[in-house]
């Protein structure tokens, strides 16, 4: 049987730990699905296919992050009915849980398969990777529904404390992915067709198993449309109050990036793939932060579900000193070697050089991003995902566009553009922190505070 981690019981360091590793190397296979893509054909195709993925990249994440809002959404309350021990309850959520995504999942492939070219208008691809950028995000977009479908359900899995299975399909489908893009583009020579049919296989496969698991899990069958309809309004109401807020800021923030893009390409397809590699790193980096917001969204809402309103607050501080080692050992491994490792994607000395100039940059505010992600985590697993929401648009969307719109009229130099990202986060942790002393010290916080022991 698969082992599941229960919060609000034993030793919380222990428990976070043992949850958060999976966790964060779980997030790393998932990175590398795109990032050996990126590799393949800087490597086996050309500087313009290179580029054509890079602008793909942010446009499919546009998409993506909407359902990935639902995912945390299922975090929230499924890890609630879990940790108030219902299970016939609880089964009941995961199936209309999985439903709903899946149905919504069908709807943004067909929705994402006609609008391919409006997208890649939108953000302004240069014209010697137009072709290439359409053929690459039409096939990626054609089975965009089993990435949704996989998001959600991993989520599921993780919010009853099963951290090891989503980690154990995704380096199935991780190595399957490399194997299929070797030799698809470079047996093959399929160009950037073949990495984007690698990638929808291997997420179909992830389907697959996923779906396996939760019927096992749930000891029936996880996709009933009858159960959805009849019985599922209030749970899917539910779904949607706390998941479509985070959604909307994942796919807004994403299609802000758009008009990054926009900026980016006026310079040329060597900026376009430097700053695509560099972006691409920049996800590596950010793994590990997402994932501790990501345990200390389930254990809170865990937590709350059994009133362990003082064992949640403890989760906080622990989590902020696991994420921060990780992340600093991070920042300085690749900060040493930032160089090496975008020229594992390309070996073009333009190329090297701006991607390289952008990690420099980047790298030493991830302390910054650590600590946002840990309290987008700790808010939204309280269910305050409106106001957080909001406030991430405001630093992640407006200020960071006004910053370009200023720098790049006043001095227009691609320097602008590797500041326009870690001043957003600063401007967002301010926001966040603000609300975040606002509402800790409110009734549903404290009321408990001192009546729970807590083990660490």
Request: proline residues 2%; positive net charge; charged residues 15%.
């Amino acid at each position: 049987m698969t082992r599941q981690i229960d919060f609000t019981q034993g030793s919380l360091s222990r428990q976070l730990i043992l949850f958060s590793v999976p966790l964060v190397m779980g997030e790393l296979l998932q990175n590398l699905y795109n990032t050996v893509d990126a590799i393949v054909v800087g490597n086996f195709v050309s500087d313009t296919a290179l580029a054509a993925i890079s602008v793909c990249s942010t446009l499919s994440n546009l998409l993506i992050g909407f359902f990935n809002g639902m995912s945390i959404g299922a975090i929230v309350i499924v890890s609630r009915v879990f940790g108030s021990k219902q299970e016939e309850l609880l089964r009941r959520y995961i199936r209309v849980t999985f439903t709903f995504s899946a149905i919504l999942g069908v709807f943004l492939s067909v929705a994402g398969i006609c609008g391919t070219e409006f997208l890649l208008r939108l953000s302004a691809v240069p014209d010697d990777a137009y072709g290439e950028a359409v053929i690459y995000l039409r096939v990626y977009l054609a089975g965009i529904m089993f990435t949704v479908i996989y998001n959600v359900s991993a989520g599921i899995l993780r919010a009853i404390g099963d951290f090891s299975t989503p980690f154990m399909i995704l380096l199935l489908t991780c190595c399957i992915n490399i194997v299929l893009d070797v030799l698809f583009v470079a047996v093959l020579h399929l160009g950037v067709a073949g990495v984007s049919v690698a990638t929808v296989i291997s997420q179909f496969i992830s389907v697959v198993v996923v779906y396996m698991k939760i019927c096992r899990q749930s000891r029936a069958p996880c996709f009933s449309i009858r159960e959805t309809m009849y019985y599922g309004k209030k749970i899917v109401l539910e779904l949607l109050s706390i998941g479509m807020p985070s959604g909307l800021q994942s796919s807004l923030v994403s299609f802000s990036n758009l008009f990054v893009w926009r900026y980016v390409n006026q310079f040329s397809s060597v900026a376009t793939a430097g700053i695509g590699v560099a972006q691409r790193l920049d996800k590596f980096i950010a793994m590990p932060c997402k994932a501790f917001g990501t345990t200390v969204t389930t254990c809170v809402s865990q937590n709350i579900g059994a009133k362990n309103y003082k064992r949640a607050s403890s989760s906080v501080r622990i989590c902020i000193r696991l994420s921060l080692s990780v992340t600093i050992t991070l920042e300085l491994v690749v900060l040493l070697f930032r160089r090496q490792c975008v020229g594992l994607f390309n070996d073009n000395p333009e190329v090297i050089a701006i991607g390289a100039a952008m990690m420099r940059t980047i790298l030493p505010m991830y302390v910054v991003f650590a600590l946002r992600e840990i309290l987008y985590g700790v808010l939204r697993g309280h269910g305050y995902t409106h106001i957080t929401t909001i406030l991430s648009l405001i630093g992640m969307v407006g200020v960071r566009q006004l910053f370009l719109a200023v720098s790049m009229a006043v001095n227009p130099t691609i320097t602008n553009i590797y500041w326009c990202y870690p001043i957003a986060w600063g401007s967002t942790l301010v926001l966040i922190y603000g609300y975040y002393l606002v509402v800790k010290h409110r009734p549903e916080w404290e009321k408990e505070a001192n009546k729970e022991e807590i083990i660490t």
